[in-house]
């Protein structure tokens, strides 16, 4: 088991102030929207972008409907390919970010491991029988404010 000793990066100003960018990008992306539209310097690293860019792909795939323009959000999508592809490691889990088992290797997961607030066994039933079983990995507690359910 490799342990690693990164600090994670925290913003320093807002209403996050002090608060993990890669938390932010995962229940609050309108927040991570607004600084990049407002603040000229502000950037992300590779991996906070990869993490955005899956959040906001998964929004897009799940149909989220958001209380900012959604298109700002998505002009800020670095891998257009996975966007036009819809290719995320997150699923909408009763309007939650979550990923499933198969995905808990992918280095996106991986890197928000400390984050993930349930762990769900699901059973996918069709025409009766169990064509699926897997487990969830949830992130819940995001800022519905700007999720319209």
Not at 118 to 137: C, E, L, M, P
Request: hydrophobic share 40%; with cysteine.
């Amino acid at each position: 088991m490799q342990i690693s000793d990164k600090k994670e990066r925290t913003l320093t100003f807002g209403k996050y102030k002090g608060q993990e960018i890669k938390y932010i990008i995962l229940t609050d992306i309108g927040y991570i929207v607004w600084c990049f539209e407002n603040i000229r310097r502000f950037k992300l690293t590779d991996e906070e972008q990869a993490i955005y860019d899956a959040v906001a792909i998964m929004i897009k795939k799940s149909d989220w409907q958001m209380t900012f323009p959604i298109w700002l959000m998505y002009k800020h999508i670095k891998n257009r390919d996975a966007f036009e592809k819809l290719e995320t490691p997150f699923i909408d889990n009763f309007a939650n970010i979550a990923f499933k088992e198969l995905e808990k290797d992918n280095p996106i997961c991986k890197s928000i491991e400390k984050y993930i607030t349930s762990k769900t066994h699901r059973s996918n039933i069709a025409g009766g029988f169990s064509a699926d079983d897997f487990v969830v990995y949830s992130i819940e507690n995001f800022d519905e404010s700007e999720h319209v359910l």
